[in-house]
């Protein structure tokens, strides 16, 4: 609408001919307040948008690079690669091993091709046991423009395994190459039996984010838990923000895995596993840890249950949900609950590790405003 045909709805024409000229130039005026107010919401609306681009640009960046010969394969007590402080932004790489290792010790070679190589640990300043771990993930691309999937035997959803063998026969070893378009955003699946193949969307993440255990335990890349590891979440994706239970003194803080994309359950065993860069920002919030993984962005509080069989870990997701909705939101554990029977989400993130991993969501458009 134009200030003339606004400034002409402002006009009554029962009222005198020396006062019509009144209304218009009022109403001109108010519809230059009302543009000069949309002006000045303009800029501190921009204003606001880059405070976190401005934010991110003047942090101090560590960065780190990784090499075959300093990959790790265990979660737990290991001397620190770097050391970042909270609010500052970590820049690292993670690698895979597929078919040029070069540095990795012969002994270790056949566990490279079969594990996970983690990057790190990378000590948190001030981040001391009892405090939370945020970690959130600023940016994530994929590095190179290949990625490879495998169904293996003894290994996958649909598999038998040393713990629930069939007597038929274990499926080959068989091997998938994605050529990965970073212009577009896509991976492309060719089928080996035919001459079919589709288009996949990337959404890259970190299959294994994770702090040292309690009690000065090691687990292996290949399995997750309340420390994180190896959850193979997409949650642990750009704009997401990741929490765990700080259990040593500066966390120890490993990362690898990285996935171009994968589907729910991840059920042949693997993703488009995929090399990975990554930037990543740290914050410790003292004296707040929580009992297992969560995540939180602007529209969601997402927490993760990991354990078998597969309904306990959907009980402990939820269970984390409850408990996170009372204490930050106010609503009593039971309101919390039945909430959550009308409106939560769930999918299951894997279920071919040693544990499998469920991850609970809420939408937070359905919570009361958060408590100070």
């Not at 998938?176 to 212009?183: F, G, K, T, V």
């Not at 997401?240 to 589907?263: E, K, Q």
């Not at 997402?302 to 996170?324: C, K, N, Q």
């Not at 009372?326 to 769930?346: P, W």
Request: proline share 6%.
């Amino acid at each position: 609408m134009s200030h003339r045909n606004l400034a002409t709805n402002f006009v009554d024409t029962s009222i005198t001919k020396s006062s019509i000229h009144v209304v218009p130039r009022r109403a001109e005026a108010r519809a230059g307040i009302f543009a000069l107010a949309l002006l000045i919401a303009a800029i501190v609306a921009v204003t606001l948008s880059a405070q976190p681009l401005a934010e991110e640009s003047a942090a101090r960046v560590v960065k780190y690079a990784p090499t075959y010969a300093t990959v790790k394969f265990d979660f737990g007590p290991a001397d620190p690669v770097a050391r970042v402080r909270t609010g500052e932004i970590l820049e690292t790489d993670t690698l895979n091993c597929t078919k040029n290792c070069a540095g990795i010790p012969a002994d270790k070679l056949e566990l490279a091709r079969n594990s996970n190589l983690l990057t790190g640990p990378f000590y948190i300043e001030g981040a001391e046991p009892g405090d939370a771990l945020a970690i959130e993930f600023l940016e994530l691309h994929v590095n190179g423009d290949e990625g490879a999937g495998e169904i293996a035997p003894g290994f996958g959803a649909i598999n038998s395994t040393h713990y629930t063998p069939m007597l038929n026969p274990d499926l080959p070893r068989r091997s998938w190459a994605y050529a990965i378009h970073q212009e577009s955003g896509t991976a492309t699946y060719q089928a080996h039996d035919s001459s079919f193949s589709v288009q996949i969307p990337l959404h890259p993440f970190l299959g294994c984010v994770g702090v040292a255990p309690a009690f000065g335990e090691t687990r292996s890349s290949l399995v997750p838990a309340e420390f994180g590891g190896n959850m193979d979440a997409s949650e642990s994706s750009v704009g997401n923000t990741l929490y765990l239970a700080v259990n040593v003194p500066g966390a120890l803080v490993y990362v690898g895995d990285g996935h171009a994309a994968m589907g729910d359950g991840e059920i042949g065993g693997t993703a488009i596993e995929v090399p990975m860069h990554a930037r990543l920002r740290f914050h410790v919030i003292k004296h707040s840890a929580s009992d297992w993984p969560r995540w939180e962005n602007q529209n969601e509080l997402m927490a993760a249950g990991i354990y078998r069989p597969l309904d306990d870990s959907l009980r402990i997701a939820f269970t984390e949900l409850v408990h996170w909705i009372h204490a930050d939101y106010g609503l009593s554990e039971m309101d919390a609950y039945e909430l959550l029977s009308k409106v939560a989400t769930i999918h299951v993130a894997e279920m071919v590790d040693p544990n499998y991993v469920v991850v609970a969501k809420i939408d937070k458009k359905f919570l009361p405003l958060k408590k100070n």
